[in-house]
């Protein structure tokens, strides 16, 4: 009897986590959240007893509470310009940023900011370090717009995977500085797409577990970027594939 | 109320199927409920007829489906999922894959495909159907996701692919590239000389115009996307059986058409699936099939009576989906291009892309109508790298003139010997039978968008996100033939 009680109180409790994420949202979007409210208890009071499709629907929601913390901001956007709303994508996410000619801005202990930089309306955003932040792919909307950006850190950034590289190329223009170091979803077919990058002149690649052969991808990725400082695998870490890459060599000889 | 607090103390595996032992119920669970059946008959009813009439039939289809899908590769994966996920509510509709090639050895869209994807086509339903595919690849773990399972990796190349035009075919690339952007997809035109600067090892000879896609195009493992699929739709509670569809049994009634001929519909009511490797069949009663056989599907649409009838007309008209032998060759070339490879398609029509880390690389091309081998085996054909592929290959990239062949396999394409374009939708005469075939070689990348338009149209009656009604049947009977000019 108690059971369905349960269930429900598990649902509520979720979804007050939930409410409690929307509280930073802009007014425009309030709506929305009443909606999914009403239709996750709606669905709860249809299916509750069903374990399976609870467990999915959790595991659901928090893919797309990820996407919300990534949504772009087109009523910003609109009012402030895409530099402000970059840096306000970047900053509510806990990175930081820095304006032409002016000092780094980054959230303290509590995550305050100060709102100074709504005034930088045509101040054009030149870095933002992004290192541990929860961005992905669709969070890059906000930063695409940003023309004349020359350093980007996505160190650590655990949902940056090879979709996200292959979207870096609008910047290719300006961008100068990319750090990629801990990322565990960047691969490296993720960074075969950067020779669009051409004015790179810095990549960070160093600590990426899901790259099959490291040492063998660093040289790889600087033969595709000729121009470019690429910070690796350490030098040891390419002296113990050096034996593998002369086998590979050897075994296949060369016939006209 | 309480009756519900009952059905939670009965367990997972049963709570989320119902009492139904057939869906999704492991083979070992049935077992075990035989025996305990058969026990229960032996003590309230001794005696020996009993027990004979009581054998396994686990491995059999069920006699009843609501949804029969001939074919278990990726175009009846993908209606499945899509039945199953568009359904109104949970376990609405039953549905059976018949799969006679369970371990894929002869399929062309999954296991030996180069797994290619790109939206630069020249028809604009299949430029959407190709960005809701990279979409879909995008997001697969939130639509594949199954609980206590890994997670699905796809592996996905995001390097783009390069199309390059002679002079002749300029224009018509120029004009596509405009379609392709009104659609939304990424493409961007360059000239020979921004070709030479952007990939050194190219050779411009003979180059006019080029497109390359800068985002969501690429390659990706197909047998995960086979394999998650698979995982997904029996969680979802789809029956799989391996067999062969061997016969239709219908109904017919006469009609009188808009122009006073007579015409015959049809009703499939049962087919017929004999069981692999065996003479046991089983009828299966079926309010719906599903013609997703791949370059099998026109031979199950002769079954069912597709074609039979006078010539030049509807009845008459078959559906022209045969298998052709399609090779594929990887080779190693140590100077070859580098990290930043494409998928690049030539003006000859050779194509290629980087395969892995080591300088190896994968291609082949299209033989033209003369040339097309024989496809009674999956014999590879070496001397047709060697006089028509290897040529071209070089040519354009002069790397490729030390070159060395590492191996090769075959494959079939679902090819549609009409337009080389999908068959999607009703026939329109045997009334419950439904085409997903016939995409001759980029099925793979169209086949999820086209899962989810076959299952509207089953479901709703009618397409609801992408129109693919000039894919319709009757476009063959018409003589309406669609214009795709960048055919891989």
Redesign the interface.
């Known amino acids: 009897m108690a059971a369905p009680w349960a269930f429900l109180r598990l649902g509520i409790r979720e979804w007050n986590g939930g409410t409690r994420s929307i509280h930073g949202m802009s007014e425009s979007v309030a709506p929305g959240g009443n909606q999914k409210r009403r239709t996750l208890l709606q669905y709860l009071g249809d299916h509750f007893y069903d374990i399976q499709a609870l467990r999915e629907f959790l595991l659901l929601r928090q893919m797309l509470k990820l996407n919300r913390k990534n949504r772009s901001f087109i009523g910003i956007n609109e009012k402030y310009g895409p530099y402000v709303t970059g840096a306000l994508f970047i900053l509510k996410l806990g990175g930081a940023v820095k304006f032409q000619d002016k000092e780094w801005i980054r959230p303290n202990e509590r995550g305050r900011f100060s709102a100074d930089f709504l005034a930088f309306r045509e101040v054009p955003v030149e870095a933002v370090d992004a290192s541990g932040c929860a961005i992905n792919y669709l969070g890059l909307d906000n930063l695409l717009a940003l023309k004349e950006l020359q350093s980007l850190s996505l160190q650590r950034c655990p949902n940056v995977d090879d979709w996200c590289l292959s979207r870096l190329y609008p910047l290719a223009g300006s961008l100068q500085e990319l750090l990629l170091a801990g990322c565990p979803r960047v691969s490296e077919r993720g960074l075969a797409c950067l020779h669009h990058l051409q004015n790179l002149r810095r990549l960070d690649i160093s600590d990426l577990p899901a790259v099959s052969h490291p040492g063998l991808t660093h040289i790889l990725v600087e033969e595709m970027l000729p121009h470019c400082e690429v910070l690796g695998a350490d030098w040891a870490q390419g002296l113990k594939l050096g034996p593998e890459q002369q086998p590979q060599d050897t075994s296949s000889p060369v016939s006209a | 109320?309480?009756r519900?607090?009952l059905?939670?103390g009965l367990g997972?595996g049963l709570?989320?199927r119902g009492l139904s032992t057939r869906r999704g119920v492991s083979t070992l669970d049935w077992d075990a409920k035989v025996s305990e059946f058969k026990k229960k008959i032996e003590c309230i009813l001794p005696g020996k007829p009993w027990e004979t009439q009581l054998y396994d039939t686990s491995h059999l289809p069920p006699e009843q489906s609501d949804v029969v899908i001939i074919g278990g590769g990726i175009f009846g994966l993908s209606v499945a999922f899509w039945l199953k996920k568009l359904e109104k509510k949970?376990d609405a509709i039953r549905v059976l894959v018949v799969d006679q090639d369970h371990t894929y050895s002869q399929a062309s869209s999954a296991g030996l495909s180069v797994g290619g994807i790109w939206q630069q086509f020249s028809m604009p339903e299949n430029v959407r159907l190709s960005l809701f595919s990279v979409e879909f690849l995008?997001?697969i773990?939130?639509y594949l996701?199954v609980?206590d399972a890994p997670p699905v990796d796809l592996?996905?190349?995001?390097?783009?692919c390069l199309l390059l035009a002679s002079e002749k075919d300029a224009a018509a690339l120029e004009n596509n590239v405009k379609i392709q952007r009104q659609e939304g997809a990424k493409v961007c035109l360059m000239s020979p000389e921004q070709l030479q600067n952007k990939f050194p090892w190219v050779n411009t000879e003979g180059v006019a115009l080029a497109s390359y896609g800068?985002?969501?195009e690429?390659w990706f493992d197909a047998w995960s996307l086979l394999q998650g699929l698979r995982r997904k739709v029996r969680s979802m509670g789809v029956l799989f059986c391996q067999g062969e569809v061997t016969r239709f049994i219908t109904s017919s009634s006469c009609v009188e058409g808009p122009n006073g001929e007579e015409m015959v519909l049809k009703r499939i009511h049962k087919l017929h699936v004999k069981m692999d490797k065996s003479l046991e069949y089983q009828p299966v009663e079926c309010a719906i099939v599903i013609n997703a056989a791949g370059a099998w599907s026109g031979h199950i649409a002769k079954l069912a009576g597709i074609g039979k009838g006078p010539p030049g007309t509807l009845q008459g008209t078959k559906l022209p989906v045969e298998p052709r032998k399609r090779y594929v060759y990887l080779w190693?070339c140590?100077q070859g291009p580098?990290?930043?490879?494409p998928l690049v398609a030539d003006t000859s029509g050779v194509y290629f892309r980087r395969e892995g880390?080591?300088s190896n690389y994968l291609g082949g091309c299209s033989p033209t109508e003369e040339e097309e081998p024989d496809p009674a085996n999956l014999e590879v054909d070496h001397d047709f790298f060697q006089n028509k592929v290897w040529p071209h290959l070089a040519q354009r990239v002069p790397a490729f003139?030390?070159l060395?062949v590492?191996s090769a396999w075959a494959g079939y394409y679902d090819y549609n010997t009409f337009d080389q374009n999908g068959v999607v939708g009703p026939h329109p005469l045997v009334v419950n039978m439904y085409f997903a075939t016939g995409f001759s070689g980029h099925g793979l990348q169209h086949a999820l968008g086209v899962g989810r338009a076959v299952a509207e149209v089953v479901l709703e009656g009618e397409f609801k996100t992408i129109n693919m009604s000039p894919f319709l049947f009757t476009r063959f009977y018409l003589e309406d033939k669609l214009q795709e000019y960048n055919i891989l």
Do not use: D, I
Request: cysteine-free; overall charge positive.
């Open positions: 109320m309480f519900r607090v059905q939670l997972p709570l989320t949970q995008r997001n773990n939130e996701a609980v592996r996905f190349n995001p390097s783009g800068m985002e969501n690429g190693h140590p580098g990290l930043e490879t880390l080591g003139q030390t060395k590492q």
